[in-house]
């Protein structure tokens, strides 16, 4: 099987291809990675280059030949799918990494750690509603933590805005979409988003980033400790950055804006914090990180049995 | 569209969404989908026909009838009925709105009542556009409203909804008093019988028609075989369009008004209009039939924007004029060109394909989308960014221009 990263996960978020390949050498399986990785299309086709998309695809598919293919992108599995067989009249056997994830988790191949940790998750359109894979992630976070939907999921769950070549040409559209999915998400009362296509979370993190779209700016953790760094807003500008105890005092001024413009987010209005913060993630992020709480678990006990005898 | 004004759409969108959400899933509106689906699909197809049938039982009913080619002509040929005229009035219309007909009738000396509360709203408001095509004023809330509409009057009206009602309605019946033309448009009309059917909740339509000239303009894709067709049409409408089964009125005119109550002696010009003359725009719809005739499928209930990521993030200046959202600017392609295709937003779709989904009789947007797409990057017009990621990825088999490969 060739694990076919796709270029968001090859080239912007690693992380996302780093978790997939975790995953697969957990539960045993082989894969290739393919020298050179190619492109499948899919923005191409979106875009109205069709003639480059044609060339772009059949390049791709000598590369791929017959093997199964596995995918992390949502525009990824729409071209493999549905794309290649309907322009260049050939089936590629392709597979979504949830798809996979779920079969693992059933057939029993990886044991992921089960938390009552509340997780909303966003359809990607390329997945969900063109390809109607809305059940296999869904599956994977339902044996693993507890899934709240948002109102518009599924069938008519909100695009991020990153689709259709709309992140590239006109970013300012696509970020105030994504603020819109956003906050659908926000109001789940859920503080982890998770999704399966690169695209979709670049550009829900690259919103949250974008402090001028609303009142939101970023936090991210600092260390281990339960100490968080908060960007503290004025009039919608990143003004300061304050380290925050857990019960959410004000504790000291530790940098500046620049700095901490990274990951995670939280809302303040008027000097107070409002809002939670939103982690997005990939679902083989998520699910590496429940492989990996079960390994602490399984190492745990074993260092105290040493202990004991 | 301010992001004031485009959180109000959305609120009221969302109001409506809600209030239509079991009735959509209600086993009667599914069959009902299902029929009409199949009535415009087959009109579309078969238009040529339908228009000879349309023209033909029209004239047979005394119905005056002119074909426009264009907008300019559609407008013109209204102008010239109704130059003598003061004023005129006038119901919510998406097609007047599509050729620029209030603009043309006022800029040559006709003053133009909108009788509709929510398009009479936005008339006094310059900076409004029409924000749904049945409820054109949802982009503003009543604060708002009762600002305008102070404004205009020069009184203070209270942001109360019956206030606003009142003085508006006050000032449209006195000012109808001095209408003789109405100008209405037909949400179907029935080729086979002749009869055009309009769909209204205020009432203002009935008014119209009882004046001395009733003028129906309505695009050639509004087209039905019967009038059991166009029943069905305009309730599914009403069904996504408002979330009720049935408007308020439904009026189907089929003919000048007219009796024979003396001896079987046909008398015409009894209470209601003497002359109906239906104008039927053609406006690029034929030309659409060649290459996205699928975009004339629509049935005009304003469904596909509510949900619509893009339209909820800029507004009506996603489409063209007051064709909303993705179906308009593909059928800009066919009313004006690609450049106001692109204009209008070609490039700005997600393709997300909710529209589709929305879509009571399954218009499918992000195709023809695409394809227009094709069209506009053969003829070598597409945003600088996309032509930098097609030449990124045929350089080194990745969109990015600043990630290093691994």
Not at chain 1, 133 to 141: D, G, I, T
Not at chain 2, 175 to 185: F, M, P, S, Y
Request: proline share 3%.
């Amino acid at each position: 099987m060739i694990y076919f990263r796709g270029c968001v996960a090859r080239e912007k978020l690693q992380k996302v291809a780093m978790a997939t390949e975790e995953i697969l050498k957990e539960a045993g399986i082989d894969y290739q990675l393919l020298d050179n990785e190619g492109c499948c299309g899919s923005v191409l086709l979106r875009t109205g280059f069709q003639e480059d998309a044609l060339k772009i695809m059949l390049e791709t598919l000598k590369d791929i030949g017959e093997e199964k293919v596995l995918v992390s992108c949502a525009g990824c599995y729409r071209a493999f799918k549905k794309d290649y067989p309907e322009i260049l009249g050939k089936e590629v056997d392709v597979v979504h990494t949830s798809q996979l994830f779920a079969d693992l988790i059933k057939e029993g191949k990886i044991q992921p750690h089960v938390t009552e940790e509340r997780v909303t998750y966003h359809d990607p359109c390329h997945l969900g509603r063109h390809m109607g894979e809305y059940q296999a992630p869904r599956q994977v976070l339902e044996e693993t933590a507890i899934l709240v939907e948002m109102d518009r999921n599924r069938q008519r769950s909100r695009c991020c805005g990153a689709g259709g070549g709309v992140k590239s040409a006109f970013p300012e559209t696509s970020h105030k979409i994504a603020r819109m999915r956003l906050e659908d998400a926000e109001k789940t009362g859920a503080e982890l988003l998770v999704t399966c296509c690169p695209f979709c979370i670049l550009n829900l993190q690259s919103a949250e980033e974008d402090g001028k779209v609303s009142s939101r700016v970023q936090f991210s953790t600092a260390g281990e400790d339960s100490v968080d760094v908060v960007a503290i807003a004025a009039d919608e500008d990143v003004v300061d950055v304050v380290a925050i105890a857990a019960d959410e005092d004000v504790v000291d001024v530790v940098a500046t804006a620049d700095v901490v413009r990274g990951t995670n987010v939280g809302l303040v209005k008027d000097g107070e914090i409002t809002g939670k913060r939103m982690r997005i993630i990939d679902l083989s992020q998520f699910l590496q990180n429940r492989l990996e709480m079960k390994l602490t678990k399984r190492l745990g006990t074993e260092v105290d049995k040493e202990v004991g005898t | 569209m301010k992001d004031s004004q485009i959180n109000i759409m959305n609120h009221s969108f969302a109001i409506l969404d809600n209030r239509r959400t079991t009735l959509l899933q209600d086993e009667r509106t599914v069959k009902l989908s299902e029929r009409v689906k199949k009535i415009r699909e087959k009109a579309i197809h078969h238009l040529s026909l339908l228009m000879k049938t349309a023209h033909e039982n029209l004239l047979e009913n005394g119905i005056e009838v002119i074909l426009a080619d264009d907008a300019e002509k559609a407008a013109d040929i209204i102008y010239q009925l109704v130059k003598n005229e003061a004023i005129v009035a006038k119901s919510k219309s998406n097609t007047a709105g599509e050729i620029g007909l209030t603009d043309y009738l006022e800029k040559n000396g006709v003053d133009v009542l909108e009788t509709d509360l929510g398009d009479r709203i936005v008339q006094f408001d310059p900076e409004s556009k029409p924000s749904h095509p049945i409820g054109p004023a949802s982009h503003l809330d009543m604060v708002k409203i009762a600002n305008i509409v102070s404004k205009k009057f020069d009184i203070e009206v209270k942001a109360e909804p019956r206030a606003i009602l009142d003085v508006v309605k006050a000032d449209i019946l006195e000012k109808l008093g001095h209408c003789r033309v109405g100008i209405t448009g037909a949400n179907s009309v029935a080729a086979e019988d002749g009869s055009l059917l309009m769909v209204h909740n205020e009432g203002n339509i009935s008014l119209l028609s009882m004046l001395d000239t009733h003028i129906i303009l309505v695009g050639i894709d509004k087209l039905v075989p019967t009038l059991e067709d166009a029943i069905s049409v305009v309730k599914l409408e009403t069904i996504y369009a408002t979330g009720k089964t049935v408007p308020a009125y439904m009026n189907v005119i089929s003919s000048p008004s007219k009796t024979a109550d003396i001896e079987q002696i046909l008398l015409k010009d009894m209470y209601g209009a003497k002359r109906v003359i239906a104008v039927l725009l053609d406006n690029g719809r034929r030309k659409a039939l060649e290459g996205g005739g699928e975009c004339l499928w629509c049935i005009g209930c304003g469904s596909c924007v509510v949900t619509c990521p893009v339209y909820n993030a800029l507004g009506p200046e996603f489409g063209y004029l007051r064709h909303l959202g993705g179906r308009g600017v593909v059928l800009s392609r066919f009313i004006k060109d690609m450049d106001v295709c692109i204009d209008s937003g070609l490039f700005s779709c997600t393709l997300c394909g909710q529209c589709s989904l929305e879509c009571p009789v399954e218009v499918p947007t992000s195709e023809m989308i695409e394809k227009l797409r094709r069209e506009s990057v053969k003829g070598g017009i597409s945003p600088t960014e996309h032509r930098k990621i097609k030449d990124n990825i045929k350089r080194k088999r990745s969109p990015f221009t600043d990630s290093a490969r691994s």
